[in-house]
């Protein structure tokens, strides 16, 4: 049995939007696009759908992988928001037994 490995090289959205996403994100970034209420307005196409820690990270992380977990991210302006993203990510990374609590912490 011949073993497929896939790597995504491109980010379809980013490829899709143009030259102009990046520009973009920095003005999230410098604050420059938020409005009275520190809200960002996004067009509806850009916006996620479903589960967005699904959609980037996938349904269970594989600990084979966490090598390339440093390739993906989700931007959030909250720290709170942050860390409940971050929580169900790992909640979904399937490691064993014998990593300890001090090799999960070097993990994340």
């Known amino acids: 049995m011949r073993r497929l490995t896939h790597h995504l090289r491109v980010n379809m959205r980013a490829r899709d939007a143009g030259n102009?996403?990046?520009e973009r994100l920095l003005e999230i970034g410098n604050?420059?696009?938020n409005d009275a209420d520190e809200c960002v307005q996004m067009p509806e196409e850009k916006m996620c759908?479903?589960?967005i820690v699904t959609e980037i990270f996938v349904v269970t992380l594989d600990s084979?992988?966490?090598s390339k977990l440093c390739e993906c991210a989700i931007l959030r302006p909250?720290?709170?928001h942050v860390q409940r993203l971050k929580d169900t990510a790992f909640d979904r990374l399937r490691v064993e037994k014998k990593l300890g609590q001090k090799n999960l912490q070097k993990c994340r």
């Open 49 to 51: 759908s479903s589960d």
């Open 78 to 80: 909250k720290n709170d």
């Open 20 to 22: 102009d996403w990046h």
């Open 64 to 66: 084979d992988r966490t």
């Open 31 to 33: 604050g420059d696009c």
